[in-house]
């Protein structure tokens, strides 16, 4: 009985941690990715590519390997692999025909990568609100924000649940807007029958190693379109010296980079690929574990998978009714942390308080390319145009950072007993 109540009696109040070891780092690779590196080393060909007009323009045998196998994966008509999503969405927002004063709606909640490939363009990010179950664009905010030089929406896949893509698509269709889907947390995720980053005009993956599967960095480009792929695959490797050869005649933005992933990257891709499903299933089923466990907890709110939806918890990010429970949220995150649980994150970035966008300076000091005269000039990043954002960054998100650890089922107990106990004290924080 005494050994029960000292046991409970909280880490931040001085009682023994749940977690005394940390968690093992989440490892996708295996014996199969070393064998497959190794293989390339030993060839001496660790890449391929020749930025001319050339039989070597679209990378070696490893690259058109990977790309192929992604293709019948993924289920789509083209794949171009890059250096990393970033990357990749660089390609999309110039391939898709993005001009300089034109305006993409982007998520406040994603990766700081989206809106800055849009001004990487001389483009305008315009920052669009949440959905509070789900946390990916709200389609309310993007009708709301769209203007005259709207020409793209970014649709981000965010912590792993799909975005609602088909009210999206008619909202694209109804405005006649370019849709580029950012399926980097939830590879392997499925809306109805397809799988996220396959329905927009060109969608894609990152394979950086925050990411269910890696190469170290890089990235996958998918399209249905013929004419997007070929652009994508120009943008990639210094397109301007290649057009001639691939008779291009509308050569706007096939401003040529080196965005090309190399032979080793693509042959550890080829074995991390097969291995998806595998990860994401165990991903899931560690998720549910969790939520079955905490949905008795107060005032907590277990993240939702919508009907016709796969989630695949890049992130297991839940909502906590403060004013319910009578705790700060920062309280509970410390209290999670000194019971020795890593990785519990409390709100996300909302990207339209970053200093870039505050300011509105990137190129130059002078506010290019928001001064510019192609650019409309009351684009609006205060304070307050993202509420649902606001509201869930300043308050009530929690966030378990799923890609940080590879959880066994006793590190998962320990997990669940952590939240359980916090919980069980709740009135001792506040
Ligand atoms: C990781 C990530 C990116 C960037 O991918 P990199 O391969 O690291 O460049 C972009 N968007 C989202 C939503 C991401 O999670």
Known sequence: MVNRMINNKLAIHGGDKIIKNPFVKYNSLGAE?????????????LSQFIGADDKDFLGGEKVKEFEELCKNYFNVKHVVSVNSWTSGLIAAVGAIGIEPGDEVIVPTWTMCACPTS?????????FADIESETFNINPDSIIKNITYKTKAIMAVDIFGHPSNMKVIREIADKYNLKVISDAAQSPGSKYFNSYTGTLGDIGGYSLNYHKHIHTGEGGILVTNDDLLAERLRLIRNHGEAA?????????????????????IECAIGIEQLKKLKDLVDSRIR?????????????GLQLPIVKENCTHVYYSYSMKINITEIGVERSQIANALAAEGLDGVAEGY?????????QKKIAYGSSGFPWN???SRKDVNYNKGICPIAEELHDNSLLSIEMCMHQLNDHDLELLIKAFKKVWGNLDKLK
Do not use: Q
Request: no cysteine; aromatic share 8%; net charge negative.
């Open 33 to 45: 990715e070393v064998e497959a590196a190794r293989k390339v080393v030993e060839s001496g060909v």
């Open 118 to 126: 849009i001004v990487h363009w001389n483009a305008i990010p315009v």
């Open 243 to 263: 057009v001639n050869g691939y008779d291009i005649k509308n050569i706007e933005n096939i401003i040529g980079y080196n965005f090309r992933l190399g032979e």
């Open 286 to 298: 560690i998720a549910n574990t969790i939520s079955s466990e905490l949905k008795h907890l107060d």
């Open 349 to 357: 970035a909302n990207l339209h308080m970053l200093p870039m966008y």
């Open 372 to 374: 510019s005269e192609l």
